[in-house]
């Protein structure tokens, strides 16, 4: 039967109805074949029950049962469809067989003797031929002819460890007996353990590299976003210079033209006035210049020459521009001066804002005067110690708080209101700082801080401690904190005004933001400490 499927055609497979291989065939009794669904289905959209393919008319319904000769000659047919499909989707790097004409199909056995590789097909002869039948077998091997000692004709099928050389049975015996020889299937393993290995590694690196690559990405696009928010902050800076340029020029032509104005409106003041003597004097010329017969009878009437102004040390004095274009040019140097100060400073505000974090004070540390808000973002003295565990990580003497949030890499900023405060503390703290008796605010004692002290005495507290110049008196303090640049930062908000900076700092332990509302002085001093939300449009 298999014979027997070899020699049909799919076409004799095919179903005249749907035009796809039988299933479940069945056959009519004009002795047609048909899908059992499809001849089904054809009689019950039809009136009477006639044979597609001949047309004859049968008076009752035909019982239909599956053919299961056709049925296994089909599934046979199908086997061998699939089976070819199969060998013909050789991949890269598969053996061919050497004796497909057309369409080279993968080899199933290479053949030691012929020195051949064979599918499935053409391989037949080598298992139902007794003379071929005697002929060696082995896995499908490229380039055959390599394979095979070129000293004894046989399978190099050995490895010999010592001159990293293919080696036959033959060899071994004669030229590498005292030498360490093994299969070459062994050796092939153990290269492919290599190679797997060594793909892992390869592999690996590539991860590597493709994380670096997304990191060097990340790199330039971080970059890129400071660059345009440094080239917006340049734009912004650079064209309010250019409009303080400009006002200052036209501010000096201004000035320029209305000295020239003056001049030319007292010159023209002059000129009226010389022009109507003139004037007059013309007149007076003519009384003067009469006939002599009337002359006589004129003479009694003659009017003295009327009063006239003394001309000879009016001058019109043209102004000095001299030094005017210096004057305008060192006023607007000090304009820009102030207006570029003030604009850096509002970007490097805006600049440090961007790293704002949450923080809320931690009751554990709180001095027992102190009290805390709910949210635990506002503290002020109270007057009255109460009574609370006396823990390690609280301040026993000195009226001070720490954050719960601790720092010990990166960037991070917070701003706190000092409203209405005559005095306070403000700035962070490294977590092994003292907290029990006398607490010394330096950064020697762990402590980066400034201070108001008799609502007008700013200083930093560093060694010595440093006084501060302020322009007003700060109502809301930033304080920015860069660890691995040791740079500590106090703004005063409102007017984006750099406080004092602690720089060159050595961070090494955790720290956190530290508060100290001071005490209450009578209740001047009983307004709060806010740490607030950073508003960046400020």
Aim: hydrophobic residues 35%.
């Amino acid at each position: 039967m298999s014979a027997a499927s070899c020699l049909l055609s799919e076409d004799q497979f095919l179903c005249s109805i749907c035009l796809d291989v039988f299933t479940n065939p069945v056959g009519t009794p004009c002795g047609h074949n048909f899908c059992k669904k499809c001849i089904s289905e054809y009689w019950d959209t039809n009136a009477t029950c006639q044979c597609p393919n001949c047309k004859k008319v049968f008076d009752t319904r035909p019982e239909l049962q599956v053919n299961i000769f056709i049925s296994e000659m089909v599934d046979q047919f199908k086997q061998k469809v699939s089976l070819r499909s199969e060998q013909r989707s050789a991949e890269p790097g598969d053996v061919l067989c050497d004796i497909c004409s057309e369409a080279k199909v993968k080899a199933l056995k290479s053949c030691l003797v012929c020195l051949m590789s064979y599918c499935e097909t053409h391989l037949n002869p080598h298992l139902t031929t007794s003379r071929l039948r005697r002929h060696q077998l082995i896995d499908p091997v490229e380039n055959l002819e390599d394979r095979m000692c070129e000293k004894h004709d046989k399978l190099l099928e050995l490895f010999c460890k010592n001159d990293q050389m293919l080696l036959c049975v033959l060899c071994t015996f004669l030229h590498h007996k005292s030498h360490d020889v093994i299969p070459l299937k062994a050796e092939c393993e153990r290269k492919k353990d290599e190679l797997w290995k060594t793909e892992a590694e390869i592999q690996e690196m590539i991860q590597k590299r493709q994380l670096k690559i997304q990191e060097i990405k990340q790199s330039v696009e971080l970059s890129q976003k400071n660059a345009d928010k440094e080239k917006s902050a340049g734009v912004q800076i650079f064209t309010a210079l250019m409009e303080s340029v400009q006002r200052g020029l036209k501010e000096l032509l201004e000035t320029i033209e209305e000295k020239q104005k003056m001049t030319e409106d007292q010159a023209e003041g002059f000129i009226t006035e010389l022009e109507r003597e003139i004037s007059v004097l013309q007149k007076r010329s003519s009384e003067v210049e009469q006939p002599e017969d009337h002359l006589l009878q004129g003479v009694q009437s003659l009017r003295p020459a009327p009063p006239t102004k003394v001309w000879t040390e009016v001058r019109v004095h043209p102004p000095s521009y001299e030094g005017s274009v210096v004057r305008a040019v060192r006023q607007l140097e000090e304009v820009i001066r102030k207006d570029m100060k003030k604009k850096v400073s509002e970007a490097e505000l805006k600049r440090v804002q961007q790293y704002a974090v949450d923080v809320t004070l931690d009751p554990d540390t709180a001095n027992p005067k102190l009290i805390l808000s709910d949210d635990g973002k506002q503290v002020h003295h109270g007057d009255v110690r109460k009574k609370l565990p006396e823990n390690p990580e609280r301040y026993s003497s000195c009226v001070s708080v720490l954050s719960k949030q601790g720092f010990s890499a990166g960037r991070f900023y917070y701003e706190v209101q000092v409203k209405g405060k005559t005095e306070w503390t403000l700035g962070v703290a490294r977590e092994s700082v003292n907290r029990k008796g006398q607490v010394i605010l330096s950064p020697q004692g762990g402590y980066w801080t400034i201070w108001l002290r008799n609502e007008t005495e700013y200083k930093a507290l560093s060694g010595c401690p440093v006084r501060l110049s302020v322009r007003s008196q700060p109502e809301k303090v930033g304080v920015f904190v860069d660890y691995e640049e040791g740079l500590v930062s106090f703004y005063d908000v409102h007017v984006a005004d750099l406080l004092h900076s602690f720089t060159g700092c050595s961070f090494t332990h955790k720290i956190f933001p530290f508060f100290n509302p001071c005490l209450n002085d009578g209740g001047k001093n009983s307004a709060p400490l806010i740490i607030c939300p950073v508003n960046h449009s400020e």
